[in-house]
């Protein structure tokens, strides 16, 4: 399985981004496609994930209702709206793919090369 970030990019706070994670190859035991952040000098952390045939989904608390992430499964394409940014959500966003629905980063077995998301005035 490749994944392909995009969408990252420098916005000042309260401006939105959304992010696209492209998946390609053996997608077919895919179920959770996560986003995982990593800002400098910090450990990577969960944000979000999306069952790729339900509609489950969970958040990090640090983005409960900022950021949402959804999934086009007709363009193997997840996606994670993120409003409201504020310098705290400054890092390079990850998208990882699993054969479960899961926050535990250890348990994903595929990951994007990241895309970076600066939010600064």
């Known amino acids: 399985v490749q994944l392909a970030e995009a969408g990252g990019g420098s916005v000042q706070p309260g401006e939105s981004l959304r992010l696209s994670c492209a998946a390609s190859?053996?997608?077919?035991?895919?179920?959770?496609m996560g986003w995982y952040r990593q800002a400098p000098g910090k450990e990577r952390e969960f944000v979000s994930v999306i069952n790729w045939s339900d509609p489950s989904t969970y958040y990090a608390d640090s983005v409960k209702g900022r950021f949402t992430i959804s999934r086009d499964n007709a363009k193997n394409t997840a996606y994670l709206q993120m409003n409201s940014l504020n310098p705290d959500d400054t890092a390079v966003y990850y998208c990882a793919a699993a054969g479960y629905l899961t926050t535990n980063a250890k348990v994903y077995s595929y990951w994007g090369q990241g895309t970076q998301v600066t939010v600064s005035s």
């Open positions: 190859g053996s997608i077919l035991n895919v179920i959770g």
